[in-house]
């Protein structure tokens, strides 16, 4: 295959429910979907989910525009490949930039499966033909709003709750929703936001206590030190998710006993060539894994569904129904969750309608890059 032209669309939707991490607030998102047109006129659509803001890593909307458009789209265009490893090899000459890099292998990986007319779950080694999917709840403004926002999504069927914390938002909220949901399984997510000293240590021991399926990302993104003396003293799974850019990453983790379990995102680690080899990798080493999302529209979505039917990948997955943060999504149908389930596309290729119209009423900026 090869890639002729590619478009860099910034689309900007809101969110419907707007959510708070430890760093930040959002209330809509921006993010720039990647049409590659090939030499023979089909489309592969990826998705560049990064933040707008440098704050889970150092990206933004505008350095993936920038990186792209100069040096990945480049690097690819014009050159023959006959698998999307490939693609990812020509990319990674430039250093980081994961987000950036995703949209690209992602719309190649649509490319390549759909020539070959199968599913991109297929394509992959996907087993799976439907995936377990959790929800990630944001800091909310009490624990009553919590709690509300807990049993909405226990209503809809979702089995697996993501809690996220903070320093002064954590043993408490958290010991309320234990309380209120006992059956459902619970885990926190800090996204680095604690300081490795001793009070942290005490709300990790406390949480501990908790019965929680793990705690992810407890302390910033290179401090595998502080996770892995936390490993050590708690009984409860760490996760990692920041620290874990490249397949090296997951071989620190392991040689420091940092972490039990993995969060695979697709976005994160540059792509699903990337995230197939973390996959191998973790189930190699007997470490669980999962797949995290960014709050993607409909075509990250369907990428992240894709890669979760690997069969590594046994906890349930970020990858909850379209609906749970948009109105409308840019794929028709968007992703659908039943019972907490959503089925992996039986199409070929990502298996999703992009609603082109529907990305054109919502799009900021649009960047056509030719070989
Ligand atoms: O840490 O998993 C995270 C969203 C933005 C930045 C970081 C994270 C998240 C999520 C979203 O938790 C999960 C989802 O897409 O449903
Ligand atoms: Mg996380």
């Not at 789209?73 to 990812?88: F, K």
């Not at 999302?293 to 979505?301: D, L, Q």
């Not at 894709?306 to 906890?315: C, D, V």
Request: with cysteine.
């Amino acid at each position: 295959m090869r890639i002729d032209e590619v478009s860099l669309l910034t689309v900007r939707l809101p969110l419907r429910h707007s959510f708070q991490t430890s760093s930040h607030r959002k209330s809509f998102l921006r993010h720039v979907l990647v049409r590659a047109v090939a030499s023979d006129g089909s489309i592969g659509w990826g998705e560049v989910a990064s933040p707008s803001d440098p704050y889970y890593s150092a990206e933004t909307v505008e350095t993936a525009l920038l990186v792209l458009e100069r040096y990945l789209a480049p690097r690819v265009m014009g050159v023959e490949w006959s698998h999307p490893d490939e693609v990812a090899g020509l990319m990674s000459k430039v250093r980081g930039h994961e987000f950036a890099k995703a949209g690209l292998d992602i719309a190649a990986w649509d490319l390549s499966s759909a020539a070959q007319g199968v599913p991109l779950s297929r394509a992959l080694g996907g087993t799976r033909e439907s995936v377990e999917a959790g929800v990630s709840l944001g800091i909310e403004p009490s624990i009553d709003d919590l709690l509300t926002e807990v049993s909405r999504h226990v209503g809809d069927g979702y089995g697996r709750v993501k809690l996220k914390i903070m320093p002064g938002w954590d043993v408490e909220a958290v010991a309320a929703v234990r309380r209120a949901f006992p059956d459902v399984v619970v885990h926190v997510d800090a996204n680095g936001a604690y300081p490795d000293s001793a009070d942290a240590r005490d709300v990790m021991r406390a949480l501990d206590g908790q019965g929680l399926a793990m705690i992810e990302q407890p302390f910033a993104p290179r401090d595998f030190l502080a996770s892995a003396r936390l490993q050590a003293e708690i009984d409860t799974p760490v996760c990692l998710d920041e620290s874990i850019v490249a397949v090296h990453d997951i071989e620190t983790m392991l040689a420091l006993d940092a972490g039990r379990v993995v969060n695979i995102k697709v976005s994160r680690m540059g792509g699903l060539s990337a995230a197939r080899e973390a996959h191998d990798r973790a189930v190699a080493a007997g470490i669980p894994v999962w797949c995290g999302g960014m709050h993607e529209f409909g075509i990250g979505r369907a990428a992240n569904v894709a890669i979760s039917s690997l069969p590594g990948f046994t906890y349930p997955s970020d990858v909850s129904g379209s609906d749970k943060y948009y109105a409308r999504d840019v794929i028709v149908p968007p992703v659908v969750a039943h019972s907490g389930v959503v089925a992996v596309p039986t199409a070929s290729g990502l298996g999703v309608v992009v609603d082109e119209a529907f990305v054109r009423e919502n799009l900021e900026a649009e960047t056509v890059v030719t070989a």
